[in-house]
């Protein structure tokens, strides 16, 4: 599927529109998703722009998904997130926290001037994960929207992966298949590497938990967590298929939300 076609871009995306037709939307569920992402190493066989690409990807299968007329809007992604815990890598192009907070909440700001009540961040980058968490709240209590996580069942069928690795986490068969599926060409399988760290054997000590600070270098050699030898297009296709069609289930789910249901009933 090309990139910047289908109902993602031709009929959801909310930059596309005038101000006349952005102020005459209907606004009472819309929902506007601001994908996040990164520009950062993913070892030698991948492209930087990796992070975004996949987020894009994805949001265009999604979108194909939703029903006809869902008010579901999409803004351009922020490519650039905070990676560094890729310093040091060739091509990788941070921000610090502090700006990457204060773009977030200058968008949201200016999305509550424009009207919109709903905001939710995709985000494809595990480095932005604890610092859009934390500012989903603060762009609450700062401008009254209500803001999610678009979060989606991202379990891989063991039918097609049958032993997915613990740290395919970067770079890996699961990355490299969706980049494949994405952009074939963009991709070096003749530098395709094999690495996945060792986890530690204690339970204070676990990576998914993040019991201690790290950074790439202390992960991988190679800038990969995983084994970006097995990936196939095949797999990028199936997995966007089937992450895609439940992205777009989250997504009108939110839409059918109301924060205020979550109040008792009672005195």
Not at 172 to 187: F, K, M, Y
């Amino acid at each position: 599927m090309n990139r910047y076609t289908g109902k993602a871009w031709d009929a959801h995306f909310l930059p596309r529109l005038s101000r006349k037709q952005v102020a005459e939307l209907d606004k009472t569920d819309a929902l506007v998703v601001l994908p996040v992402a990164a520009i950062e190493q993913h070892g030698p066989h991948l492209p930087v722009y990796t992070d975004t690409l996949i987020n894009e990807t994805m949001l265009t299968y999604a979108f194909e998904a939703l029903p006809e007329g869902a008010p579901v809007w999409l803004i351009p992604a922020l490519s650039y997130g905070k990676s560094t815990e890729h310093l040091g890598h060739p091509g990788t192009i941070t921000l610090s926290a502090t700006t990457l907070m204060a773009v977030v909440m200058d968008i949201a700001k200016s999305l509550k001037v424009s009207g919109f009540r709903k905001l939710a961040f995709y985000n494809t980058h595990g480095g932005n994960v604890d610092l859009l968490n934390m500012m989903a709240r603060e762009i609450r209590i700062e401008t009254g929207l209500a803001v999610y996580q678009v979060q989606f069942d991202r379990s891989v069928d063991p039918a097609v992966i049958p032993n997915e690795p613990t740290l395919d986490i970067h770079g890996g068969e699961v990355e490299t298949s969706l980049v494949l599926a994405s952009r074939e060409h963009w991709v070096d399988m003749d530098e395709a590497p094999d690495e996945i760290s060792s986890l530690p054997a204690s339970p204070n000590l676990q990576f998914k938990n993040k019991a201690f600070a790290w950074v790439m270098n202390d992960l991988s050699a190679s800038g990969i967590c995983g084994n970006a030898q097995l990936a196939t297009a095949a797999l990028g296709e199936h997995l966007y298929e089937r992450w895609g069609k439940a992205m777009a289930a989250t997504l009108m789910e939110l839409v059918r939300f109301d924060m205020t249901s979550l109040r008792s009933k009672g005195e």
